[in-house]
């Protein structure tokens, strides 16, 4: 492939645009592609049609021709109560999954009456104790029909263990449910921080999830495996891929290691890919993820099952792209954002809201960030051939591109001994700040435009917009619910079965049905996780030199 000579120039604020040389992730950029560039391109990603290995251009023949993405708008806030009434809201204008943020006590095992969590209850999303809140949080919502996707990591099985009770005491049968759980801690170490153990009993945390839903609800995603944070610390695309499937095969070794068969685990492993601004290149990044994993997943770990070689995915429009400044121009880059995801295949998709950067978003904005995917979906025709790009002189040869990087990045971390090892010695996480600062000195140099922000600025200010806010008094109404819940409940029975938990973080049994008696007898998701913290410790991040 050609590389052109010249460095990147700034783009000028006048509205004149200066050539790039390459990319965010220093691939180099052509002002031209023909048929010579694909056809360097053919060998490395291959020929395969849509639906076969390695699934570049699509894990279904016919894409989205008989079925859409799921539309999964991700919502929580303040209470379960109003969370469910922003469920309903979403699944009468037409969204077809639900996906819940939960506020940062219930992602770091904490009750919303503990020292901790005092000015954070409700405020990133929705308060969660105990399994009644979970009752409220899905009511009047049929579990057997509508798909749940909950973005928990550290605490994940206790949460999925509160949605099975709820299950049960519905009558709804476990192999009815579909939905997923994040599940992935990993990437808490290195991207985002909401971890509550160290690695190894997390691990085991997600394989005890693994093992459970292999025999009692096989229809859920035990693991969506992110590389969504991974890239909103600052990470490249490339960098994106390379860590988000490193981190995807200690998971799969964790998986071995614990006596779990590869094609009995990896059917229900999924992804969460980011959407940036690059249009192309983010095309680009999601068909090379897919033919990386099918033959990850082949050829190291000798699946025969093409369901386990198969990278399915949920795309969530970029955060970090999102500006304070001009807030409508954020309908534009999650329109785009979007239509990349659409374009590379994603299986589901959340469109963010324009006032995201500001607060969490209205229903106004939550609406909005809906009627995107709809007008993609039902106006656009974009959905009625596969992998519209295939083909593509610029798209074949950057996909190439991406693909062979990223191999190149993961082999790296396999040199260094995997995604654990190069997570713990901080190799990771310093790739990806050293990203984030190059991205930095780009926007504040003007070498990268970002519209509304460090180019076009309006000079006469902007109107107000209006904004979710969460009032001070939620918090207090939840610990009050909470103290009452405690006192309503057999104490005895709780006590017994937290007991039980102890007893089984401190042995080898498999802790998910210990957590579903647990939280159905009353236990709380703080009390579940202070008898963890009490066998397994708390993870301590150690200063990166």
């Given at each position: 492939?050609?590389?052109?000579?010249?460095?990147?120039?700034?783009?000028?604020?006048?509205?004149?645009?200066?050539?790039?040389?390459?990319?965010?992730?220093?691939?180099?950029?052509?002002?031209?592609?023909?048929?010579?560039?694909?056809?360097?391109?053919?060998?490395?990603?291959?020929?395969?049609?849509?639906?076969?290995?390695?699934?570049?251009?699509?894990?279904r023949a016919d894409g989205y021709r008989s079925r859409l993405w799921t539309m999964r708008q991700y919502a929580g806030f303040a209470t379960a109560a109003e969370s469910n009434a922003r469920y309903r809201y979403l699944l009468e204008r037409g969204t077809t999954g639900l996906s819940v943020a939960f506020d940062l006590p219930t992602q770091l095992g904490y009750d919303s009456d503990a020292p901790l969590a005092r000015g954070e209850v409700g405020k990133v999303g929705v308060a969660i104790d105990h399994v009644r809140d979970v009752e409220t949080l899905f009511e009047d919502i049929p579990l057997d029909e509508v798909t749940v996707s909950m973005t928990i990591n550290s605490p994940a099985s206790?949460?999925?263990?509160?949605?099975?009770?709820?299950?049960?005491?519905?009558?709804?049968?476990?192999?009815?449910?579909?939905?997923?759980?994040?599940?992935?801690?990993?990437?808490?170490?290195?991207?985002?921080?909401?971890?509550?153990?160290?690695?190894?009993?997390?691990?085991?945390?997600?394989?005890?999830?693994?093992?459970?839903?292999?025999?009692?609800?096989?229809?859920?995603?035990?693991?969506?495996?992110?590389?969504?944070?991974?890239?909103?610390?600052?990470?490249?695309?490339?960098?994106?891929?390379?860590?988000?499937?490193?981190?995807?095969?200690?998971?799969?070794?964790?998986?071995?290691?614990?006596?779990?068969?590869?094609?009995?685990?990896?059917?229900?492993?999924?992804?969460?890919?980011?959407?940036?601004?690059?249009?192309?290149?983010?095309?680009?990044?999601?068909?090379?993820?897919?033919?990386?994993?099918?033959?990850?997943?082949?050829?190291?770990?000798?699946?025969?099952?093409?369901?386990?070689?198969?990278?399915?995915?949920?795309?969530?429009?970029?955060?970090?792209?999102?500006?304070?400044?001009?807030?409508?121009?954020?309908?534009?880059?999650?329109?785009?954002?979007?239509?990349?995801?659409?374009?590379?295949?994603?299986?589901?998709?959340?469109?963010?809201?324009?006032?995201?950067?500001?607060?969490?978003?209205?229903?106004?904005?939550?609406?909005?960030?809906?009627?995107?995917?709809?007008?993609?979906?039902?106006?656009?025709?974009?959905?009625?051939?596969?992998?519209?790009?295939?083909?593509?002189?610029?798209?074949?040869?950057?996909?190439?591109?991406?693909?062979?990087?990223?191999?190149?990045?993961?082999?790296?971390?396999?040199?260094?001994?995997?995604?654990?090892?190069?997570?713990?010695?901080?190799?990771?996480?310093?790739?990806?700040?050293?990203?984030?600062?190059?991205?930095?000195?780009?926007?504040?140099?003007?070498?990268?435009?970002?519209?509304?922000?460090?180019?076009?600025?309006?000079?006469?200010?902007?109107?107000?917009?209006?904004?979710?806010?969460?009032?001070?008094?939620?918090?207090?109404?939840?610990?009050?619910?909470?103290?009452?819940?405690?006192?309503?409940?057999?104490?005895?029975?709780?006590?017994?079965?937290?007991?039980?938990?102890?007893?089984?973080?401190?042995?080898?049994?498999?802790?998910?049905?210990?957590?579903?008696?647990?939280?159905?007898?009353?236990?709380?998701?703080?009390?579940?996780?202070?008898?963890?913290?009490?066998?397994?410790?708390?993870?301590?991040?150690?200063?990166?030199?």
């Amino acid at each position: 492939m050609r590389y052109l000579d010249q460095k990147p120039q700034s783009m000028t604020r006048n509205g004149r645009r200066t050539e790039r040389a390459e990319n965010a992730s220093g691939i180099p950029l052509e002002p031209f592609y023909t048929e010579e560039d694909a056809a360097e391109a053919s060998p490395v990603l291959g020929t395969a049609a849509p639906g076969e290995f390695p699934y570049l251009c699509g894990i279904r023949a016919d894409g989205y021709r008989s079925r859409l993405w799921t539309m999964r708008q991700y919502a929580g806030f303040a209470t379960a109560a109003e969370s469910n009434a922003r469920y309903r809201y979403l699944l009468e204008r037409g969204t077809t999954g639900l996906s819940v943020a939960f506020d940062l006590p219930t992602q770091l095992g904490y009750d919303s009456d503990a020292p901790l969590a005092r000015g954070e209850v409700g405020k990133v999303g929705v308060a969660i104790d105990h399994v009644r809140d979970v009752e409220t949080l899905f009511e009047d919502i049929p579990l057997d029909e509508v798909t749940v996707s909950m973005t928990i990591n550290s605490p994940a099985s206790i949460l999925l263990a509160m949605v099975l009770a709820v299950a049960r005491r519905r009558g709804i049968p476990f192999a009815k449910l579909g939905g997923t759980i994040q599940n992935d801690v990993l990437k808490e170490y290195v991207a985002r921080g909401t971890y509550i153990f160290p690695p190894k009993p997390s691990m085991r945390l997600v394989t005890d999830v693994m093992a459970y839903c292999a025999s009692e609800v096989p229809q859920w995603n035990t693991i969506s495996i992110s590389g969504y944070h991974i890239r909103e610390a600052g990470s490249t695309a490339v960098e994106e891929v390379a860590f988000t499937l490193s981190n995807a095969k200690a998971y799969l070794r964790a998986a071995q290691a614990a006596g779990l068969a590869i094609d009995t685990v990896a059917p229900r492993i999924s992804f969460f890919w980011n959407a940036h601004n690059d249009f192309f290149e983010e095309i680009a990044k999601y068909r090379a993820a897919r033919s990386i994993w099918a033959r990850i997943v082949r050829d190291e770990f000798g699946s025969t099952d093409p369901r386990s070689q198969m990278l399915r995915f949920h795309t969530q429009t970029g955060g970090s792209t999102l500006t304070a400044q001009e807030p409508d121009n954020n309908v534009v880059r999650v329109t785009l954002q979007a239509l990349a995801a659409v374009l590379g295949g994603t299986q589901s998709l959340h469109t963010n809201g324009k006032d995201e950067a500001l607060a969490l978003p209205t229903a106004a904005a939550a609406r909005v960030a809906l009627r995107t995917q709809q007008i993609i979906g039902y106006e656009s025709g974009v959905p009625s051939v596969t992998d519209p790009l295939a083909g593509s002189y610029y798209v074949e040869s950057l996909t190439a591109q991406v693909l062979q990087r990223a191999e190149a990045l993961i082999a790296e971390v396999d040199d260094l001994g995997g995604a654990v090892a190069s997570i713990e010695s901080g190799w990771m996480q310093a790739r990806i700040a050293e990203s984030s600062y190059r991205a930095q000195q780009a926007i504040e140099r003007g070498e990268a435009v970002v519209v509304g922000v460090n180019a076009f600025v309006e000079s006469n200010g902007e109107a107000p917009i209006e904004l979710q806010r969460i009032d001070a008094s939620i918090e207090r109404e939840q610990v009050e619910r909470l103290n009452r819940y405690r006192a309503e409940r057999d104490a005895d029975a709780v006590r017994a079965r937290l007991e039980d938990v102890r007893a089984a973080a401190a042995g080898s049994d498999n802790l998910m049905p210990h957590f579903v008696e647990a939280v159905d007898a009353g236990a709380t998701i703080g009390e579940i996780c202070d008898e963890l913290r009490g066998v397994f410790g708390k993870h301590v991040a150690e200063a990166i030199a």
